[in-house]
């Protein structure tokens, strides 16, 4: 079995994550293909696609937005992502179980003693404004089969492949996942990293050589190209990794979290997190001054770079 090193690892998570090359996609294939991406803060995404799509125009997801192609909902993990219509609508029922377990464990005091069919029935009501779609009306799968399940394997290994059950698991906060595993098992490759952990994969999925190159790419704030892996240092040190749970938006040098960045009037602010190189620097300044432009609707071009930490 093929071992794959660190950085080899790193480039096939670039190349499924559309950050190698800026892709010439729709939009909401964009968003299919990268299984949905975080959102629990609404403008991440506009960033996200922006890194990923040549020409993004944020007037193009506003567009699907209000014509519901694409929706804000509780999915994986019970966190807030921006999916397509088509898949909310074909994974959701899969999610049910994890949903309400989280929903009841969090909130189980505030619900004491409320009817909740009474409780779903008064949201359904508050949110029908033409003709009702509840995930409740969605039927459920065919006992004994799994074929969402087998379907979140597939598109999950698209889009951050290869990976380990694991890696898996933690995307989606699913159960029962090892027997949808089995069942696409046959349709897949296996590598192992150095580490001796199995990685599965598609088999034409892009794996690109430890030695394509990785341009500058920042990343908006809770981005699954960081988060969607139980093991995260194929992309961020161990050292850093506490910045991915807190909302840090992250700046990738050479396909790693290099630095952090925020927005402070119509600059953009870079804060490394280790000596950047002078063509690095340079670099991250040419985007950063892409981005302070699409921020600011071509109103500033403005960046700041600050100082490395000290070694």
Do not use: K
Request: aromatic letters at 4%.
């Amino acid at each position: 079995m093929s071992v794959l090193d660190a950085r080899s690892l790193n480039r096939a998570a670039l190349a499924r994550q559309l950050l190698l090359d800026r892709a010439d996609r729709p939009v909401p294939d964009a968003v299919a293909h990268l299984g949905g991406m975080q959102a629990q803060e609404p403008q991440e995404p506009f960033v996200g696609l922006w890194s990923r799509l040549r020409d993004f125009a944020p007037r193009a997801l506003d567009d699907l937005l209000a014509g519901r192609r694409v929706v804000r909902t509780h999915l994986m993990r019970r966190t807030v992502h921006l999916v397509t219509a088509e898949d909310v609508l074909a994974w959701r029922s899969r999610h049910d179980a994890m949903l309400r377990g989280r929903v009841l464990g969090t909130y189980r005091r505030e619900l004491a003693g409320v009817d909740l069919d009474e409780l779903a029935a008064a949201g359904r009501a508050v949110l029908a404004d033409g003709e009702p779609r509840s995930m409740g009306d969605l039927p459920p799968a065919p006992p004994g089969t799994d074929p969402v399940g087998a379907a979140l394997v597939r598109r999950y290994l698209a889009a951050f492949g290869p990976a380990a059950s694991a890696d898996l698991r933690a995307w989606c906060g699913l159960a029962g996942l090892p027997a949808a595993v089995a069942a696409v098992r046959g349709e897949l490759v296996a590598f192992r990293d150095e580490r001796g952990r199995e990685l599965l994969d598609l088999p034409d999925a892009p794996r690109p050589g430890p030695d394509a190159p990785a341009p500058v790419r920042f990343l908006p704030a809770f981005d699954n190209a960081v988060l969607g892996y139980q093991d995260r240092g194929r992309i961020i040190d161990d050292a850093h990794r506490g910045l991915s749970v807190t909302g840090a938006r992250f700046v990738l040098v050479d396909g790693r979290v290099s630095a952090t960045w925020t927005v402070e009037g119509d600059t953009v602010t870079v804060t490394p997190l280790r000596r950047l190189t002078r063509p690095e620097r340079a670099q991250v300044v040419e985007e950063g001054r892409a981005l302070a432009s699409f921020l600011s609707e071509g109103d500033s071009d403005r960046v700041m770079v600050g100082a490395a930490p000290p070694p």
